[in-house]
């Protein structure tokens, strides 16, 4: 089944305390993208990759890193998360051009 | 720079009743697309539909339809004889073809929560 899973679905951690977010896909798609939804923002793209060792910034990257080792994984690490990174995350994929992004679960992060 | 504005922050039908969620886009690219997704209570992304720019025609699929119109800059979402599981947050987004920062890029608007009552 074509898929982009995220792990872990849900977490509670305390400010400061790095932690990392992992996202793969299935697909063999170039495109993967993290963003972040917050209520009465919709969602907003923190980082993005076009191919393996290939990343650029988003809108909000201030606070996140991501890496592309491999073309099916694309991991968000927040070294020192702090409150206001609280949010539901999500990862997505995509082929490259106009092609529709397909996002994984999501993940549910408070920073306490 | 791209926007996507959802008027509609909450709308609440009774089942049955058609209900139209309204997108309004801003982009200055000629070449651009327009998604609608949805999410349910469970908090996945659904995706519902993707349209080209050069391509206006409405669809339909089941009891959904989409209304394109680009000399309006809208793109409005119409759910016919609405149910209690078409509850759920729906969002527009806008994606332009073209390079340069935050390439492939979702730009999305604010979301509807749309609440169909039984």
């Known amino acids: 089944e074509a898929q982009v899973t995220q792990n872990p679905r849900y977490l509670i951690t305390v400010t400061g305390k790095k932690l990392t977010v992992t996202c793969s896909q299935n697909?063999?798609?170039?495109?993967m993208s993290w963003y972040r939804q917050d209520p009465g923002l919709g969602l907003r793209q923190i980082y993005y990759?076009?191919?393996?060792?290939?990343?650029d910034k988003g809108d909000v990257p201030e606070g996140y890193k991501v890496s592309r080792k491999e073309k099916r994984n694309f991991p968000l690490i927040l070294e020192s998360p702090s409150p206001n990174q609280t949010s539901l995350y999500f990862c997505?994929?995509?082929?490259?051009?106009?092609?529709?992004?397909?996002f994984g679960p999501g993940t549910r992060l408070l920073v306490l | 720079a791209q926007k996507v504005t959802q008027a509609q922050t909450e709308i609440s039908v009774v089942e049955k009743e058609d209900v139209t969620l309204d997108c309004v886009y801003e982009?200055?690219?000629?070449?651009?697309?327009l998604f609608w997704y949805k999410q349910p209570p469970s908090g996945e992304l659904v995706f519902l539909i993707r349209?080209?720019?050069?391509?206006?025609q409405n669809e339909i699929s089941g009891r959904y339809s989409w209304n394109f119109q680009k000399s309006t800059s809208s793109f409005n979402f119409t759910i016919t004889a609405s149910q209690v599981v078409d509850s759920a947050v729906y969002f527009c987004?806008?994606?332009?073809?073209?390079?340069?920062?935050?390439?492939?890029?979702?730009?999305f608007g604010q979301g509807t929560i749309l609440t169909v009552h039984p």
């Open positions: 997505a994929s995509s082929r490259l051009g106009g092609f529709t992004q397909y």
């Open positions: 697909m063999n798609h170039e495109y």
């Open positions: 990759s076009m191919n393996v060792e290939v990343t």
């Open positions: 982009t200055r690219d000629t070449t651009y697309y």
């Open positions: 349209r080209n720019s050069f391509d206006e």
């Open positions: 987004a806008l994606k332009v073809d073209a390079g340069g920062t935050s390439y492939g890029k979702l730009t």
